[in-house]
């Protein structure tokens, strides 16, 4: 399919822009930051943006897939067949890591944003859960991990995680809470669910 | 990467495939057991069921997730 450079460069300055708004986006909030904040980082007019996006709504919901297809991607490129759950939760945590102001910002206002954008979460986070349930099936069945009912073994973790970064100013100012905490949450999560107390 | 084009999974492996046949647009998790694809309200339930599932969301605050994301899928435009 021949691809005019027309086209080409209109996917690229919408791929700066979603990048652009990221940042924004964790530095400034979710719903605090304005549109022309975004094109005035970005350096372009106002209407610009909307070139690319029909509203902000729609702006919001393509940063959060954005983050989402990444995270996806990271896990797909760290997890293989026979991986442990130990290192699925560091290869979602390596995800989180590589957008965490954002990511802290998505959960910290999820209540308060439209409803595209909390279904794009329920997404992301459907697919982080398909990872770690296939992994968690095989250490149950091994003994390795306690049985439990999958949506609180998932939902505990996400707790742990997500309080920690709601609260990022606390436990890890000007710092990321993931390289700071991430490795002790995860220790303490694994403990928790090991059946034998962990090693 | 492949992205399947009814759940948005990205296909790495040959096995992530419909009967993994990496010709194919969708994985397998779309697939019936004769290997061809899901129709919407098949979907629609599978997707509704997994997030039940694994993140506790009530019924019908899942399905409606689902039927948002699955808006944006390109296997159901039209
Ligand atoms: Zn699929």
């Known amino acids: 399919m021949a691809v005019s450079q027309r086209q080409k460069q209109k996917a690229e300055t919408k791929k700066f822009l979603i990048e652009c708004a990221m940042e924004q986006f964790a ?10 904040d975004i094109a005035s980082a970005a350096e372009v007019s106002h209407g610009t943006i909307f070139l690319h996006f029909p509203t902000r709504e729609r702006l919001l919901e393509e940063v959060i897939e954005e983050f989402g297809s990444r995270t996806a991607k990271r896990m797909h490129e760290l997890i293989d067949g026979d991986c442990t759950l130990e290192e699925v939760l560091a290869a979602h945590l390596k995800g989180i890591g590589e957008c965490e102001g954002f990511y802290a910002a998505l959960i ?7 409803e595209g954008a909390r279904n794009a979460l329920i997404m992301i986070q459907s697919a982080i859960s ?5 992994v968690a099936e095989r250490e149950m069945d091994a003994g390795t991990i306690k049985t439990m009912p999958f949506d609180l073994l998932f939902n505990t973790w996400i707790g742990l995680i997500h309080y920690y970064l709601s609260n990022r100013a606390l436990f890890a100012p000007e710092d990321s809470v993931i390289s700071r905490h991430g490795q002790r949450l995860t220790d303490h999560y694994m403990n928790l669910i090991s059946e034998k107390g962990g090693f | 990467m492949k992205i399947c084009i009814a759940c948005g999974m990205p296909m790495k492996a ?5 009967m993994g046949d990496e010709s194919k647009d969708y994985c397998k998790y779309c697939a019936r057991p004769d290997g061809t694809m899901q129709n919407y309200d098949e979907k629609l339930e599978g ?7 694994t993140q506790g969301i009530d019924q019908e605050a899942a399905r409606n997730a689902a039927r948002g994301m699955m808006e944006k899928l390109p296997a159901w435009q039209n």
Do not use: C, Y
């Open chain 1, 27 to 36: 530095n400034k909030g979710l719903t605090a930051t304005r549109t022309a």
């Open chain 1, 108 to 114: 910290s206002e999820t209540a308060v944003l439209p």
């Open chain 1, 130 to 134: 398909h990872h770690i349930l296939q």
């Open chain 2, 14 to 18: 040959k096995e992530d495939f419909a």
């Open chain 2, 47 to 53: 997707m509704t069921e997994f997030i039940v599932k």
